[in-house]
């Protein structure tokens, strides 16, 4: 694999993973509840989801929810129920409210939810898993940027580490975001509209989640990327080889 490909691999993944996403909009959920640093498990479970699907998607049976409306859907509607599930909990809870012996409400640095490393992790793992579109997005999109006539093992790991290291890394800047806004939003209203922000958000990503159509050819944004990259008419076969 060339740097040129991999270059127009990594740009194209950056322009993905840069539009939130369910995975991305749950990471943001949580750093409003938990706080930015307790997210960092979400992230890794996203991740890890991930990296499981690329395995699935390198055995081949990405191709059948590449390819099987029925398998496709299942998997959606699943991550869609999940999503609606955990969202109306979050956004209907009635959050603890502690107040000093003053009345007054506790500071705003103790206001975040305690929430276990593996609840944060399960959440975030099931929020990616139940993306049907990633194993599919694998399978189409990691042939198309590997040279059969050179080890692929190599290949694959590469590709696979700059996908991980970037969505982990956006999953984290958008979560840190939103642990900024967290203080500003419990001034207005107190933990209800944290509740209710966050519970909204993963509303929002299970809407986004059942828009989801079964996945169509990459080719063109690979092809434009290419372009975006001046590459040489023999720079572009080896990103559209298979």
Not at 19 to 33: F, V, Y
Not at 145 to 161: E, I, M, S, W, Y
Request: glycine residues 10%; proline residues 4%; charged residues 10%.
């Amino acid at each position: 694999m060339s740097f040129e490909v991999w270059l127009s691999f990594t740009l194209l993944v950056f322009l993905l993973v840069l539009t939130p996403g369910p995975s991305i909009l749950i990471g943001m959920s949580h750093a409003l509840r938990y706080g930015a640093r307790p997210t960092l498990m979400t992230a890794l479970g996203d991740v890890t989801a991930n990296m499981i699907q690329m395995v699935i998607a390198a055995v081949g049976l990405g191709a059948v929810l590449a390819t099987s409306t029925v398998a496709f859907g299942v998997v959606k509607w699943c991550g869609v129920v999940f999503l609606l599930v955990i969202g109306l909990l979050s956004f209907f809870r009635k959050p603890k409210k502690s107040n000093d012996k003053n009345g007054i409400e506790m500071n705003i640095a103790d206001a975040c939810e305690v929430a276990s490393h593996r609840k944060l992790f399960r959440e975030g793992f099931l929020v990616a898993a139940g993306n049907p579109k990633a194993i599919a997005f694998f399978g189409a999109l990691f042939p198309q940027f590997v040279n059969l006539a050179a080890p692929l093992a190599p290949q694959l790991l590469t590709l696979g580490a700059t996908f991980v290291v970037l969505d982990y890394s956006f999953v984290m800047i958008y979560a840190m975001g939103a642990a900024r806004i967290m203080p500003w939003l419990i001034k207005c209203g107190g933990n209800n509209v944290v509740a209710r922000v966050s519970g909204a958000i993963l509303i929002v990503a299970a809407g986004l989640l059942s828009l989801i159509e079964m996945p169509v050819s990459v080719a063109a944004a690979r092809f434009w990327v290419g372009c975006a990259f001046g590459l040489s008419g023999a720079g572009r076969s080896e990103i559209l080889h298979f």
